[in-house]
């Protein structure tokens, strides 16, 4: 049994034992069942969230309103809730009212999917109210109770089912799916930061493709910051997403596969960070490159320019590794990485020209830089200063 479960049993054994119940419920349970990694432990109990800070000694009241409270134990954070049962959800995300209930099967039935309204017991049985266990096994999301309703509580389930197909390799179920198409719309209630966060986390799955081709057949893409049109049908689904390590190229390739003219509007429209807007455009910048020089490797870096091949070979892996090898090569016969290492500078150039500063020196200086990098000029002080003294501006 999972490591995390028996250090987080410690957690169940002591809200047990002061007279109340308590479950592992969610994503951990999921991943449980479908062998995967587990991240965290969520807890749901029928005790209070007074309560439980009574039982612990180091508690954390974080959504003490909705019934939550961080457990630490052994410096982990343990996320416990009280049973609930919600209103209805008036903003798009969060119910007006909560009810605290002391029912299991009352609190798993105000959850999204099948496959995160089950729980465990510290005994490891599994409680399974709505059948996620045999939704799991035939691979598909399924909503908890009526899929529309679901689906207007939060839409940003609408996000998070497509993301599931991505990372699971699941497929949605009829009646879900029907529900997927009728709500698409109510993407646009959402904030931009939480489908920026969703899409971030169905990039980074093994099955983006599929999932991105759903987002397509069902509409949900016209919703999206920025809609996102395919160049060419299906390339969306074809693209070989396995092939990228980063989130970067993952975006970059959004780019590439759609019809997309202004890279940097379509980055803004998603409320990117600027240090991941910058790299995404200089990716594609880099991208731009047929035919790699040793100026190419030296202006983007070894890094940026193996990021853009990968992206550019993502359809051709054969090809790759020949291609990056002969971007290596061309790194390592590059004299320098940047300005700061060539041995005369700016006011050293003034000296020996004894001319007043002006635009030419910047020439003077881009055309020296391309000389070393290429080759052209040793990296000695003294053929350096013998160059710029036979420098003209043409």
Known sequence: MNELFKEASYVLNRIEENGYRAYFVGGCVRDHWMDKPIK?????????????????PKTIPVGIEHGTVIVRHNHVSYEVTTFRKEGKYE??????????????????????FTFNAMAMDKSYKLYDPFNGREDLAKKQIRTVGQPDERF?????????????????????EEKTKKAIENNASLIKRISVERITDEFRK????????????????????????????????????????????TAEQKWSAILILSKVKDYREFLKKWKLPNAVMNQILKIMDAYQIKHWTKMDVY????????????????????????????????????PITSRNEIPIDGEDILRIKKEKPGVWIGLLYDEMEKEIVEGKLPLSQGELVDWVRRWEQK
Request: proline fraction near 4%; include cysteine.
């Open 91 to 112: 903003d798009f995300r969060r119910p007006s009212k909560v009810w605290f209930v002391t029912d299991l099967e009352e609190d798993l039935s105000r959850r999204d």
């Open 299 to 334: 202006r983007f870096g070894l890094d940026t320019a193996t990021l853009a091949m990968e992206l550019k070979y993502a359809d051709q892996c054969d090809s790759f590794e020949q291609s990056v090898q002969r971007l290596k090569e061309l790194a390592l016969d590059i």
């Open 152 to 172: 207007c509580e939060d839409p940003l389930r609408l996000m998070r089912a497509c993301r599931f197909i991505s990372t699971y390799h699941l497929t949605i």
């Open 40 to 56: 965290d432990i969520d807890i749901a109990s029928s005790a209070k969230p007074e309560e439980i800070q009574r039982i612990f």
């Open 202 to 245: 169905l990039l980074e799955g093994e099955w983006a493709g599929p999932a991105l081709n759903f987002m397509k057949t069902a509409g949900i893409v016209k919703y999206l910051p920025y809609p996102i049109e395919e160049k060419r049908e299906g390339n969306l689904l074809a693209f070989n997403w396995n092939f990228l390590q």
